[in-house]
């Protein structure tokens, strides 16, 4: 898909502002605190339905503003008009202008992968974080997945205050779990196949963004032995065997609500001995893993937005980067300045600065 006008209102720096861009490469550049992650951020909000920095909504609305608000005309196969209003005290997404009810019907229409400085983040914090990109990514592919995933969280919620019960009506609990494992079936499944569909893809994007023969790869810790081929038996003795347990401790100790991703490098997780270089280039190669994994899930390309990630490569690592991206799909790039070698290339280059954005070549259409 190829996003073609964004315009925002009172969304976080910007008063108002549309910009154009180009089907291939675009590059905001702009002094620190100008508004490029804003920019960036607000397609990742059309995207998601929410943000990738903050949780509280009514911090995207300009101060002292009653609403912000982001519209996006995109094309993917047909033109699509997208938009959203942020109101404090809540969101109304828009459809060709027409309000959509549930986000499960927006999330994926505009379809962006982010790569941002915070991402390394992600190999250290808690399996909460791992999980939910696991979980965002694969409901950008899959409403059914959303669908399954809300259903569990309910069923577990109702298992953790039973459990927090003197007396637990056993039968109760048995149907609880049943209904549980009904869902994890799906969600393993899903899971198993975004980690294989990644895996086709992150070594060799790793090799050669990195220029490091070593192997690349992300492995799915799931709560079950994933080589059992009966999911459904395992998730039953699963829950069988820990039943006991959770009663005496009043919460649910295993599930899929506990699963965590390991990313690997030279077949050890990241963690323990990658460079920050190297961790750079295995979140990069991941990233653009899953742009190839997206497009063959929907047959549809998403749009790489790049923040701030060139001045913390090396040139060749830089080159590369642009080349591979650049020849995959719609990029949106930021940088505090134009990196020497990009300077006369064909991409369209934007400057921000005083929540205003001015391109700086004639490129847009
Ligand atoms: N709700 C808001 N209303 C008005 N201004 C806001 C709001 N939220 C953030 N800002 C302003 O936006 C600016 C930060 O913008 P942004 O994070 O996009 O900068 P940046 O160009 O990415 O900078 P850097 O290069 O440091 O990453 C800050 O000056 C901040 O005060
Ligand atoms: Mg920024």
Redesign the pocket.
């Known amino acids: 898909m190829i996003v073609e006008t964004l315009r925002l209102k ?5 008063e108002s502002c549309s910009v154009s861009l180009n089907p291939g490469m675009n590059l905001f550049t ?12 607000s397609l990742v909000y059309l995207s998601l339905t929410r943000s990738h ?1 903050i949780n509280d909504d ?8 009653p609403y ?1 608000e982001i519209a996006c005309r995109f094309h993917d196969g047909i033109d699509k008009e997208i938009g959203a209003i942020i109101r404090p005290d809540g969101k109304t997404l828009l459809l060709e202008h027409q309000p959509v009810r549930k986000s499960s019907e927006f999330v994926g229409l505009l379809n962006v992968v982010l790569f941002a ?1 915070d991402d390394l983040g992600v190999f250290t914090d808690a399996p909460r974080t791992r999980r939910r990109i696991l979980n965002q990514e694969i409901t950008k592919i899959s409403p059914k997945y959303l669908a399954a995933l809300t259903d569990y969280q309910n069923l577990l919620k109702q298992r953790n205050s039973l459990l927090k019960n003197q007396n637990v009506d056993a039968g109760y609990l048995e149907v609880l779990d049943a209904q549980m494992i009904q869902k994890s079936i799906a969600i393993i499944h899903a899971r198993r196949a975004f980690v294989k569909g990644i895996n086709r893809h992150m070594e060799a994007r790793y090799q050669t963004l990195a220029d490091d023969p070593l192997a690349c790869s992300l492995e799915y810790v799931s709560c079950i032995d994933l080589a059992d081929e009966d999911i459904e038996t395992s998730l039953q003795n699963l829950y069988f065997d820990s039943r006991q347990r959770d009663l005496e401790n009043h919460v649910t100790s295993i599930g899929i609500h506990r699963e965590d991703l390991v990313f690997e490098l030279d077949h050890r997780n990241v963690t323990e001995s990658a460079s920050q270089g190297q961790k750079r280039m295995v979140m990069l190669a991941f990233k653009m893993a899953l742009l190839q994994f997206i497009e063959e899930a929907v047959k549809k390309k998403a749009v790489f937005l790049l ?2 990630v060139l001045s913390e490569l090396d040139r060749s690592r830089q080159e590369k980067l642009i080349e591979l991206a650049g020849s995959q799909c719609q990029c949106v790039i ?1 940088a ?1 300045e134009i990196p020497t070698f990009l300077k006369g290339s064909s991409l369209t280059e934007f400057s ?1 600065e005083n ?1 205003t954005i001015e391109t700086k070549n004639g490129g847009t259409r």
């Open positions: 009172n969304f976080r720096s910007y702009g002094a620190n605190a100008a508004g490029k992650t804003n920019l960036l951020e920095r009514s911090q995207l609305i300009r101060h002292d503003a912000a400085p923040d701030d930021t505090t921000i929540g």
